[in-house]
């Protein structure tokens, strides 16, 4: 949009000239001496309730009359018509002010109206105004030009604006204002642009908006308007430009608006409308910008829509429209911006578009088309961003797709494609955004462009090694080639500082070798997932160089090493994920003051860890001990764990097994916090330091060694969703501070040697007898024996390690697990959209994503906890 004061401004310079020359040309002394002495002794009194006005330095210092000591009497002197921003007549009477910018800070409320009856233009933009428009505004009666935008106005329109009947300009934009728009509006039938944007003005359009005969331009958006629109607004036949987009307008579109044949640009979208396209549309054939996305729009695109040849910018994403994309759209040959995302169209891609030569922006993802591809697109040689994502598109990608040598971003990820590329691949083009995921692509790693900071193809058939060659893209920023057929090894490139990667994501492909040992200093590299491949050997200590690195995950591959104690330097990690590996060993950390001081997910679950559980590591997790710190809510604009580049934004991801089925969590949750030390051979007493993990949400410590009773202090968890004990040792009877854990959803206490009654009262009376059973001395409900009599010995739990064996090395996944099952890793922390896996989605997991989310909302938008009761020692 054109800014409505820049065109107001130029159509007035004939105005703003004659009241130049009026100013030179007019004799001093023809000024009558009283009538300007009135109206400069009113214009002072407004001065002087202004608050930043009385300074030698203010925009108004220029506005003063003589003293009354002076000898003679000059009537100039008494004349407002020398002053700043002041415009007089032939007859010295002020006609205009001009105080755009001007620093005025006050109110309205002693200007005088009723001693300016000559006044026809005020223009006071961007200026520090508040209070009410005031209803005396209505007596100046010849006023041509009024604006008063960019201040702190409140309060309702007065319907005395009714009274100005030769106003031609109204801004009252980007103030507070609020109400309705008065029908006395109606009366200003030479009104010829009215600007009411970005206050809070809200009630229906008055249908007297139709009266308006004269109006050209009509900009209402960014406010809170309701109701339909007016079908009187059709009768507006001079309308050049109509924005009333941004609210919440409901109703269709009116049909009468096809009557607009002067109409350029037409705006209503971020609305509520619902119906169809008025097919009447296509007879504006003026029109130039078209945008009616984000409403609730059905039916189908209107073929008389390709009537519209002057279109440059045609917006309908964001509804419901259905049916094929006509094939008329390709009459559209002066198209520069086409979006038609988030709708449901079906069918082909007419080849017709292929005719929009002058085409840039094509958005076409999110919708149900089908079949491949036409080759007709490869003549759009204009084209710089190219998005069909997330379609059931088929076949190969056109040959001609070579010639769009001026493409900057593709996107054809979310669709069936297949066939092969060269393993040149984009080495030759500009691409700086390169988005294949989610396909049916095979043969080797295409290689980027130079250019190309957003790499993406995951999830396809890729196969091969990755060539070192990919790092010509010297530019590159996220690079994502999960979940392919990828053999060898890391190319050392790609921990080379140089490039400046920030996400390197090459989960579950068969990569093998060590780690790069090279990762150098200033590293931007933020997320590193390298899980479910082949690697081996170490971690490599350079490692501690990635100061930004947020994630980093290792999951599943063969790698033999120590607990990497030095990863608690990384000032910035918050998940660390080791889990189904070969790690071993004690877990004896130094006593240091600060380590790991943001990770709030640590998963080291099946490995060959041992000893006692590391207290001292428990105690440092402070990422886990305040919400605050661990999960920067007041840092955070987002729900959710994610990484920007300048081109695109990367959502960090997590796998979890749950039951002994893998789910992948594509989103986590900021404040999600977890802490997995499961399937391992940890010994001893559980510490009573880790009932410090106030915000912790996922706690597993099941298949271990562990002995003593369970500590009371685990009551201090209230945000617990799920606690695993299962398979220990663990003996006494279950603390009753358990049934303090109000959002506990699942336990299992199973496999263990507890005694007593089960606790009755509050959560632990929801639990099923899964969650207790295989304990020799537990009893009462849910348990079948009732009493300490009816309680049987039970043979011991298998054991799941023997102690003078070695744990073999195969995909935990083929474990049978006794009882309810093995649940580890994280179970929430993602809008189920986002969940991927083999079995289904049960609803007690729905369940818990949904509420995890609205606590997450209300963490975000509440940062302060709530007290909690504590249980217990420290």
């Given at each position: 949009?054109?800014?409505?004061?820049?065109?107001?401004?130029?159509?007035?310079?004939?105005?703003?000239?004659?009241?130049?020359?009026?100013?030179?040309?007019?004799?001093?002394?023809?000024?009558?001496?009283?009538?300007?002495?009135?109206?400069?002794?009113?214009?002072?009194?407004?001065?002087?309730?202004?608050?930043?006005?009385?300074?030698?330095?203010?925009?108004?210092?220029?506005?003063?009359?003589?003293?009354?000591?002076?000898?003679?009497?000059?009537?100039?002197?008494?004349?407002?018509?020398?002053?700043?921003?002041?415009?007089?007549?032939?007859?010295?009477?002020?006609?205009?002010?001009?105080?755009?910018?001007?620093?005025?800070?006050?109110?309205?409320?002693?200007?005088?109206?009723?001693?300016?009856?000559?006044?026809?233009?005020?223009?006071?933009?961007?200026?520090?105004?508040?209070?009410?428009?005031?209803?005396?505004?209505?007596?100046?009666?010849?006023?041509?030009?009024?604006?008063?935008?960019?201040?702190?106005?409140?309060?309702?329109?007065?319907?005395?604006?009714?009274?100005?009947?030769?106003?031609?300009?109204?801004?009252?934009?980007?103030?507070?204002?609020?109400?309705?728009?008065?029908?006395?509006?109606?009366?200003?039938?030479?009104?010829?642009?009215?600007?009411?944007?970005?206050?809070?003005?809200?009630?229906?359009?008055?249908?007297?908006?139709?009266?308006?005969?004269?109006?050209?331009?009509?900009?209402?958006?960014?406010?809170?308007?309701?109701?339909?629109?007016?079908?009187?607004?059709?009768?507006?036949?001079?309308?050049?430009?109509?924005?009333?987009?941004?609210?919440?307008?409901?109703?269709?579109?009116?049909?009468?608006?096809?009557?607009?044949?002067?109409?350029?640009?037409?705006?209503?979208?971020?609305?509520?409308?619902?119906?169809?396209?008025?097919?009447?549309?296509?007879?504006?054939?003026?029109?130039?910008?078209?945008?009616?996305?984000?409403?609730?729009?059905?039916?189908?695109?209107?073929?008389?829509?390709?009537?519209?040849?002057?279109?440059?910018?045609?917006?309908?994403?964001?509804?419901?429209?259905?049916?094929?994309?006509?094939?008329?759209?390709?009459?559209?040959?002066?198209?520069?911006?086409?979006?038609?995302?988030?709708?449901?169209?079906?069918?082909?891609?007419?080849?017709?578009?292929?005719?929009?030569?002058?085409?840039?922006?094509?958005?076409?993802?999110?919708?149900?088309?089908?079949?491949?591809?036409?080759?007709?697109?490869?003549?759009?040689?204009?084209?710089?961003?190219?998005?069909?994502?997330?379609?059931?598109?088929?076949?190969?990608?056109?040959?001609?797709?070579?010639?769009?040598?001026?493409?900057?971003?593709?996107?054809?990820?979310?669709n069936q494609l297949s066939g092969r590329w060269p393993t040149e691949g984009f080495s030759?083009?500009?691409?700086?955004?390169?988005?294949?995921?989610?396909?049916?692509?095979?043969?080797?790693?295409?290689?980027?462009?130079?250019?190309?900071?957003?790499?993406?193809?995951?999830?396809?058939?890729?196969?091969?090694?990755?060539?070192?060659?990919?790092?010509?893209?010297?530019?590159?920023?996220?690079?994502?080639?999960?979940?392919?057929?990828?053999?060898?090894?890391?190319?050392?490139?790609?921990?080379?500082?140089?490039?400046?990667?920030?996400?390197?994501?090459?989960?579950?492909?068969?990569?093998?070798?060590?780690?790069?040992?090279?990762?150098?200093?200033?590293?931007?590299?933020?997320?590193?997932?390298?899980?479910?491949?082949?690697?081996?050997?170490?971690?490599?200590?350079?490692?501690?160089?990635?100061?930004?690195?947020?994630?980093?995950?290792?999951?599943?591959?063969?790698?033999?090493?120590?607990?990497?104690?030095?990863?608690?330097?990384?000032?910035?990690?918050?998940?660390?994920?080791?889990?189904?590996?070969?790690?071993?060993?004690?877990?004896?950390?130094?006593?240091?003051?600060?380590?790991?001081?943001?990770?709030?997910?640590?998963?080291?679950?099946?490995?060959?860890?041992?000893?006692?559980?590391?207290?001292?590591?428990?105690?440092?997790?402070?990422?886990?001990?305040?919400?605050?710190?661990?999960?920067?809510?007041?840092?955070?604009?987002?729900?959710?764990?994610?990484?920007?580049?300048?081109?695109?934004?990367?959502?960090?991801?997590?796998?979890?097994?749950?039951?002994?089925?893998?789910?992948?969590?594509?989103?986590?949750?900021?404040?999600?916090?977890?802490?997995?030390?499961?399937?391992?051979?940890?010994?001893?007493?559980?510490?009573?330091?880790?009932?410090?993990?106030?915000?912790?949400?996922?706690?597993?410590?099941?298949?271990?060694h562990l002995t003593g009773s369970i500590p009371p202090i685990i009551g201090n968890l209230?945000?617990?969703?799920?606690?695993?004990?299962?398979?220990?040792?663990?003996?006494?009877?279950?603390?009753?501070?358990?049934?303090?854990?109000?959002?506990?959803?699942?336990?299992?206490?199973?496999?263990?040697?507890?005694?007593?009654?089960?606790?009755?009262?509050?959560?632990?009376?929801?639990?099923?007898?899964?969650?207790?059973?295989?304990?020799?001395?537990?009893?009462?409900?849910?348990?079948?024996?009732?009493?300490?009599?009816?309680?049987?010995?039970?043979?011991?739990?298998?054991?799941?390690?023997?102690?003078?064996?070695?744990?073999?090395?195969?995909?935990?996944?083929?474990?049978?697990?006794?009882?309810?099952?093995?649940?580890?890793?994280?179970?929430?922390?993602?809008?189920?959209?986002?969940?991927?896996?083999?079995?289904?989605?049960?609803?007690?997991?729905?369940?818990?994503?949904?509420?995890?989310?609205?606590?997450?909302?209300?963490?975000?938008?509440?940062?302060?906890?709530?007290?909690?009761?504590?249980?217990?020692?420290?």
């Amino acid at each position: 949009m054109g800014s409505p004061k820049l065109a107001t401004l130029v159509s007035l310079l004939p105005s703003f000239a004659l009241f130049t020359v009026l100013s030179v040309i007019i004799p001093l002394g023809a000024i009558p001496a009283c009538a300007s002495t009135l109206e400069a002794q009113a214009l002072l009194k407004w001065k002087s309730s202004l608050q930043n006005q009385n300074q030698p330095t203010s925009s108004l210092s220029t506005w003063t009359l003589p003293s009354q000591n002076a000898t003679e009497f000059n009537p100039t002197a008494a004349s407002p018509c020398g002053w700043y921003g002041i415009s007089c007549n032939v007859a010295g009477s002020v006609i205009g002010i001009n105080l755009t910018s001007s620093n005025i800070r006050g109110t309205l409320d002693e200007f005088p109206f009723s001693s300016l009856p000559y006044l026809t233009y005020i223009d006071v933009y961007i200026n520090e105004l508040f209070g009410g428009v005031p209803p005396k505004i209505g007596l100046l009666t010849n006023l041509t030009y009024l604006d008063l935008s960019f201040n702190h106005l409140s309060g309702i329109i007065p319907r005395e604006i009714g009274d100005l009947t030769k106003l031609e300009v109204l801004h009252l934009l980007s103030n507070k204002l609020n109400g309705s728009i008065p029908g006395e509006i109606g009366q200003l039938r030479m009104l010829n642009e009215l600007a009411l944007y970005s206050n809070q003005l809200d009630g229906s359009l008055p249908s007297s908006l139709g009266n308006l005969s004269s109006l050209a331009r009509l900009y209402i958006y960014n406010n809170s308007f309701s109701g339909s629109i007016p079908l009187e607004l059709g009768n507006l036949t001079n309308l050049e430009e109509i924005y009333m987009d941004t609210n919440h307008l409901t109703g269709p579109i009116p049909p009468p608006f096809g009557k607009l044949m002067k109409l350029r640009e037409l705006h209503v979208f971020d609305n509520e409308l619902t119906g169809s396209i008025p097919p009447e549309l296509g007879n504006l054939r003026l029109l130039r910008r078209l945008s009616l996305y984000y409403n609730n729009l059905t039916g189908s695109i209107p073929s008389t829509l390709g009537n519209l040849t002057d279109l440059t910018l045609f917006y309908l994403y964001g509804n419901q429209l259905s049916g094929n994309i006509p094939d008329e759209l390709g009459n559209l040959r002066a198209m520069l911006e086409l979006d038609l995302t988030q709708n449901q169209l079906t069918g082909p891609i007419p080849p017709s578009l292929g005719n929009l030569t002058e085409l840039q922006y094509l958005f076409l993802s999110s919708n149900r088309l089908s079949s491949s591809i036409p080759g007709s697109l490869g003549k759009l040689r204009a084209m710089v961003t190219l998005y069909m994502s997330g379609n059931q598109l088929t076949g190969p990608i056109p040959f001609s797709f070579g010639n769009l040598t001026r493409l900057v971003n593709l996107s054809l990820a979310n669709n069936q494609l297949s066939g092969r590329w060269p393993t040149e691949g984009f080495s030759n083009t500009s691409l700086s955004m390169i988005a294949l995921s989610y396909n049916k692509f095979e043969g080797p790693l295409p290689l980027p462009s130079p250019s190309t900071s957003y790499y993406s193809i995951r999830n396809n058939k890729i196969e091969g090694k990755i060539s070192s060659s990919i790092c010509i893209a010297t530019h590159l920023s996220i690079l994502l080639l999960s979940n392919n057929s990828l053999t060898g090894s890391l190319p050392e490139c790609l921990s080379n500082s140089v490039i400046g990667l920030l996400v390197l994501n090459l989960r579950s492909n068969r990569l093998s070798g060590t780690i790069p040992v090279r990762f150098l200093l200033r590293s931007s590299l933020r997320t590193l997932d390298l899980s479910q491949n082949q690697f081996e050997g170490t971690l490599p200590r350079s490692l501690v160089n990635c100061k930004n690195l947020e994630v980093l995950d290792f999951s599943n591959n063969k790698i033999e090493d120590n607990f990497p104690a030095w990863l608690g330097t990384l000032p910035e990690l918050k998940v660390l994920i080791l889990r189904s590996n070969n790690f071993k060993g004690h877990l004896d950390f130094p006593m240091v003051a600060h380590l790991f001081p943001k990770l709030h997910i640590l998963d080291i679950s099946d490995n060959n860890f041992a000893g006692p559980l590391p207290a001292n590591l428990i105690g440092k997790l402070h990422g886990m001990m305040n919400i605050q710190i661990g999960q920067e809510v007041q840092d955070k604009s987002s729900l959710y764990m994610r990484q920007v580049s300048s081109t695109m934004t990367y959502s960090d991801s997590v796998a979890v097994i749950i039951k002994g089925n893998e789910i992948r969590l594509e989103r986590i949750l900021t404040i999600f916090t977890t802490l997995d030390l499961s399937l391992n051979s940890f010994e001893g007493n559980i510490p009573n330091v880790i009932g410090h993990l106030y915000s912790l949400i996922g706690l597993n410590l099941s298949h271990n060694h562990l002995t003593g009773s369970i500590p009371p202090i685990i009551g201090n968890l209230t945000n617990l969703e799920w606690l695993d004990l299962s398979s220990n040792k663990l003996s006494g009877r279950i603390p009753r501070e358990l049934g303090d854990l109000a959002f506990l959803e699942y336990l299992n206490l199973s496999e263990n040697q507890l005694t007593g009654r089960i606790p009755q009262d509050k959560q632990l009376s929801t639990f099923t007898s899964d969650s207790f059973r295989g304990n020799m001395g537990l009893y009462g409900m849910p348990l079948q024996n009732t009493s300490l009599d009816d309680a049987q010995s039970l043979p011991p739990p298998p054991t799941f390690f023997q102690e003078d064996s070695t744990k073999e090395r195969t995909s935990w996944f083929e474990w049978k697990v006794v009882g309810i099952g093995y649940v580890s890793g994280i179970v929430i922390g993602i809008s189920m959209a986002y969940i991927s896996w083999e079995t289904g989605r049960p609803k007690w997991l729905a369940r818990k994503v949904r509420r995890m989310e609205r606590r997450g909302a209300k963490w975000m938008k509440k940062p302060k906890r709530k007290a909690v009761k504590f249980h217990g020692g420290r």
